[in-house]
């Protein structure tokens, strides 16, 4: 190991003088998926997603230097440095590196997936996640401290605390709130702990949720919630953050809601509510003037709607061999499943995702890797498909699951865009998702904090290992 340090030393001052960035020592554990680590690097003839939501550009040149791009722009108009490592990218596209504000660090059961999430979601191009409902905190803050510290690989984890749930109702990893106070007595132990986001849960009551709130922003911290006991608009006033899933979890269109019960909403009745309805345009107007962004979910409400599911053999990959045979059998289930009124909800679900960007609204995205087919990384990548079938542009897509992400953590200044003096996480795709939405799919190397890793290493290491760990 020493020797190995040395050498890196030499190596690195031996190039010419402007190349400071330090040479990173990396461990086995990490060494091993990575394909390129050089104090510069040129990234040439790249196609050009940034993230701003503006289109493609082509042939250009990035630099990335240490953890950061250093310039961006069309090659040969820009100087690619003495002893930069150059990559030729011809006939690949370059994106941010996606931002999955509903990526839990769970499968199946609410199983912890520690060892496996980790590198599937690094290796479809997921650079930073918020697990947005955590079924362990403690693993999740442990686990982001090494990936920080560089001796696993991952993604940035933004950890939230345990799930903020109401009485009855609750699934075993979730404590039952009992009033205000033993919601303020949660958000400050875990907050306390580290955790920067929690999430209320269905059942929990609105003078629950004001109290977890209230106290959140007293340390600030920041609430978000999948909801149904309480409305969208009943939790905007509460003060509410972020609010996840979009339509199918605002029960506020219901007749005869009872206030702090969770009713049951019909397919039906989603599939026929008219999205530029003065209702729905009062909720979208009310969130805009709290500047209170969602998060779009759209491949975890897909496993409703199986028939239309196309079937992705790397998830049935990824899956331990005995979740893969029920999954498999799930699939097969499924094309012949009687969905049609859940298809037409799921599609107003998407008109409400366009329809809140329109009214001005801050859409984020998530894949919920909770069960099913739903499973890190790959999920994210459903998304672009969805929201671009959904009608937004492919470069909308993009910026939804990249910079929106970033401006909803927050982290928007440093984060999220193939720009200069941004944090260099970048994905590069074979072909360009532009034209052909499946190339999303196609990830060769992901950097992250400049580090390129090789996707095909990181997705072979988790084969048969999701939902076993
Ligand atoms: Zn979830």
Known sequence: MKSLLRTAAIVTTAIATPISAQQRTLPPAVRQ??????????????????????????????IIRGEKIAAVGKTGSIDVPS??????????????????????MYYGGMKFMGASYPRLFLSAGVTTIRTTGSVDSYQELNLKAKIDSLLLPGPGIVVTGPYLQGPGGGLPAMHPLDGTEDARRMVRYWSEEGVTWFKAYTQITRAQLGAAIDEAHKRGVKVTAHLCSVGFREAVALGIDQLEHGLLTNSEYSNGKVVDKCPNVSDTAYAVLDVDSPEVQRTFKEMVAKKVAMTSTLDV?????????????????????????????????????????????????????????????????GSDPCCLSAIAGYGDQRNFELLTEAGFTPEQSIQIMTSNGAKILGFDKWL??????????????????????????????????????????????????????
């Open 301 to 365: 409400f897909e496993i409703s709607s199986p028939s239309r599911l196309p079937v992705d053999q790397r998830v049935l990959d990824a899956l331990h061999p005995d979740i893969a045979k029920q999954v498999a059998a799930w699939y097969e289930r499924g094309k012949t499943s009687n969905d049609s009124v859940r298809i037409a909800a799921f599609k107003t679900a998407m008109r409400f995702d366009r329809a809140f960007v329109k009214a001005g609204g801050l859409l984020g995205a």
């Open 416 to 469: 999220g865009t193939v720009s200069p003096g941004m944090q260099a996480d970048l994905v590069v795709l074979a072909g360009d998702p532009v034209r052909t939405q499946s190339d999303i799919r196609n990830v060769e190397t992901v950097f992250k904090r400049g580090i390129g890793y090789d996707a095909s290493k990181l997705r072979e290491s988790v084969k048969g290992l999701v939902g076993f760990r």
């Open 83 to 104: 002893g930069a490592q150059v990559v030729d990218l011809s006939g690949k596209t370059v994106i941010p590196g996606i931002i999955g504000l509903h990526d839990h």
């Open 33 to 62: 998926y990575v394909s390129i680590d050089a104090p510069v690097v040129a990234l040439t003839h790249a196609r050009v997603v940034d993230g701003t939501g503006t289109p493609a550009k082509d042939d250009q040149t990035i």
